[in-house]
Antibody, heavy 118, light 107 residues
């Protein structure tokens, strides 16, 4: 079955960088885009953007340009989210999710908690 | 930019009751999905294309609407249905806008 498995929790100091991985299995990786979604503590879902897994071309939502970088490694069917110059309000759970043929998000990874604190 | 507004923020109901959740878009959308999220878990796709249930989703969940007004209905709430529900439009830029969520809690 289709699975997205994300890397474990991360603790970083402000100003540092973090790279979250999303390893996929059960389907042809290059066929469907991968989306990234943030959930701040106690808050709702915030769509960050998506990456075309065939071309590697990323699209970022407003508010997620500049410090956020989406990438893929097609050889290992894995997508990545890198956040640079971390700030305290980057703290939250980051989810990857596969785009379905009709455009909705399914399934989702289990989420990766990123904590930014000194 | 499309904004998605869900109401009510909290819905307090008892098992067996029906839940009606609303989602309003700031402009017309043609592709709408609903997700369920339980504490400590990732969201799960319930409905896509406004009214099509995702694989494995029970028939008590149904979606309807068009244009700017959409509804998720859960007939006869089960204990496992108490959760937060999010709508999402996925055809207009920004392509993945979520509503702020409706919490269905035990009365």
């Amino acid at each position: 079955q289709v699975q997205l498995v994300q890397s474990g929790s991360e603790l970083r100091e402000p100003g540092a960088s973090v790279k979250v991985s999303c390893k996929t299995s059960g389907y042809t990786f290059r066929t469907y885009a991968i989306n990234w979604v943030r959930q701040a503590p106690g808050q709702g879902l915030e769509w960050m953007g998506w990456i075309n897994t065939n071309t590697g071309n990323p699209t970022y939502a407003q508010g997620f340009t500049g410090r956020f970088v989406f990438s893929v490694d097609t050889s290992i069917s894995t997508a990545y989210l890198q956040i640079n110059s971390l700030k305290a309000d980057d703290t939250g759970v980051y989810y990857c999710a596969k785009t379905t043929p009709v455009g909705a998000l399914d399934p989702w990874g289990q989420g990766t908690l990123v904590t930014v604190s000194s | 930019e499309i904004l998605m507004t869900q109401s009510p923020g909290i819905l307090s109901l008892s098992p067996g009751e029906a839940a009606t959740l609303s989602c309003r878009a700031s402009q017309s959308v043609t592709k709408l999905a609903w997700y369920q999220q339980k504490p400590g878990q990732a969201p799960r796709l319930l409905i896509y294309g406004t009214s099509t249930r995702a694989t494995g989703i029970p028939a008590r969940f149904s979606g309807s609407g068009s244009g700017t007004e959409f509804t998720l209905t859960v007939t006869s709430l089960q204990s496992e249905d108490f959760a937060i529900y999010y709508c999402q439009q996925y055809n207009n830029w920004p392509r993945g806008t979520f509503g702020q969520g409706t919490k269905v809690e035990l009365k």
